[in-house]
């Protein structure tokens, strides 16, 4: 075995040499899918400390009191490039009835506070508003 290394002296290098880079590159992959992991777990934790927020914004543009229920869609989660957390979700549990909205966050002074925007379907507006047309 050593004979050959030694007659191999460049090839044993190069191998030495690959081998490394591969378990650099993979430690970097590893390392890149738990930040992002660790960065999904912070947006889910903004969008439940604001579900009241989100239900709110939805309600405010229920006139005829026609939802019933909310349902937030985890799955939906996506950091927004222009800052916030978007989500979706959608009413009485039909996911025609959807909405989607962005949690922002500003900083006043010391104090963090939450801005709630976003929209709502088409349907939705109908269904809110009893608009069958």
């Keep these: 075995m050593f004979k050959w ?3 191999h002296r460049i090839i044993s290098i190069v191998l030495v ?3 490394v880079i591969g378990l650099m590159v993979r430690g970097a992959i590893n390392m890149k899918r738990e930040s992002d992991r660790k960065f999904q777990e912070e947006m889910v934790k903004e969008v439940k400390k604001n579900e009241k927020s ?7 543009e229920d006139e005829n009191k ?3 229920t909310i349902t937030i869609d985890y799955d939906s989660i ?4 222009m800052g916030g957390v978007m989500v ?8 025609e009835l959807s909405f989607g ?3 922002s966050n500003n900083y006043v002074g010391d104090k963090r506070e939450y ?8 349907k939705l507006d109908d269904f809110m508003t009893g608009d069958t047309n």
């Design 88 to 95: 979706d979700g959608y009413v009485n549990g039909d996911k």
């Design 66 to 68: 026609v939802v019933k």
């Design 54 to 60: 989100i239900e709110e914004f939805v309600r405010s």
């Design 115 to 122: 801005n709630i925007s976003g929209g709502i379907s088409s």
């Design 17 to 19: 040499v690959i081998v």
């Design 101 to 103: 909205v962005i949690i």
């Design 78 to 81: 996506e950091h927004n490039p």
């Design 5 to 7: 290394i030694k007659r």
